[in-house]
């Protein structure tokens, strides 16, 4: 999740779409909730004293019609974005993309390459495989059918195109373009405010923030730990968020 790449912590036991709790030591801060890109969503603005208060807001809101944006531009389920659409035309020709979607298409793959397919954005090929809310995994079969569709080696990338050159292929951007958006948000905000943007765990921070850190055994809001953000980002993702009991395995989204 993120554009992770020379800039981002995974911390693999944290809380994915959980909102962190941040201390705010300041008297007046904005906050925007809600959700955004598959999660949670959270952008606070400190500011200096209750004038400023409805300006904040008004950047915080901004701040979220920039994730809004860029969630339009990256979703890969949403028949009008731009990975949608280049998923739909896997096998045929190359689709037009835009510098943005391919920038992140160009991380992705670079990530992939310096981790040797541990970050694989083709794997949206399995999507549907596995129901997490309906408590079932994935047919053995059908992963087994579908896994030679997995392959970031194979997409075709050229300046303002791309290509998925077998039928089935299909990508998914979601774990770089939470980062992205959480940090293209806090960009938005002014720079005289401190703030924090948290896009379903990916958090970016402007100032000094306290992140409680989620006991990934403990009951929901019972903190580990905490680290202390300044002027930083930060990835997480916890397999308790998105899991199932399957017998005698924990299954889950990672």
């Not at 974005?81 to 280049?86: I, M, N, Q, S, T």
């Not at 002014?190 to 379903?200: K, T």
Request: hydrophobic residues 45%; aromatic residues 6%; negative net charge.
């Amino acid at each position: 999740r993120g554009i992770r790449q020379g800039w981002m912590l995974a911390l693999c036991f944290v809380a994915c779409h959980k909102a962190p709790r941040a201390t705010l030591p300041g008297p007046v801060h904005a906050t925007v909730t809600g959700e955004a890109m598959g999660g949670q969503l959270r952008i606070i603005v400190r500011c200096d004293d209750v004038d400023d208060h409805a300006e904040a807001l008004a950047a915080a809101l901004a701040a979220r019609g920039e994730i809004a944006r860029i969630e339009a531009l990256a979703t890969d389920w949403r028949p009008e974005g731009e990975v949608a659409r280049l998923n739909a035309a896997a096998g045929g020709p190359a689709t037009a993309i835009s510098p943005e979607v391919e920038e992140l298409l160009r991380r992705s793959l670079a990530l992939a390459r310096a981790t040797d397919g541990a970050f694989d954005p083709t794997i949206g090929a399995l999507w549907g495989l596995w129901d997490f809310e309906g408590h079932r995994a994935a047919d053995p079969l059908a992963l087994a059918e579908r896994l030679p569709l997995v392959g970031w080696e194979r997409v075709e990338l050229a300046p303002g195109a791309a290509r998925l050159p077998e039928l089935g292929m299909a990508l998914t951007l979601g774990g770089i373009a939470q980062g992205y958006a959480a940090q293209r948000a806090l960009a938005i905000v002014p720079p005289r405010w401190e703030a924090l943007v948290d896009v379903s765990g990916d958090i970016a921070v402007r100032g000094k923030w306290t992140i409680e850190i989620q006991d990934p055994v403990g009951p929901r809001g019972q903190s580990v730990g905490s680290l202390v953000l300044e002027d930083a980002v930060l990835t997480t993702s916890g397999d308790y968020e998105r899991g199932f009991s399957l017998g005698d395995r924990w299954v889950h989204h990672i």
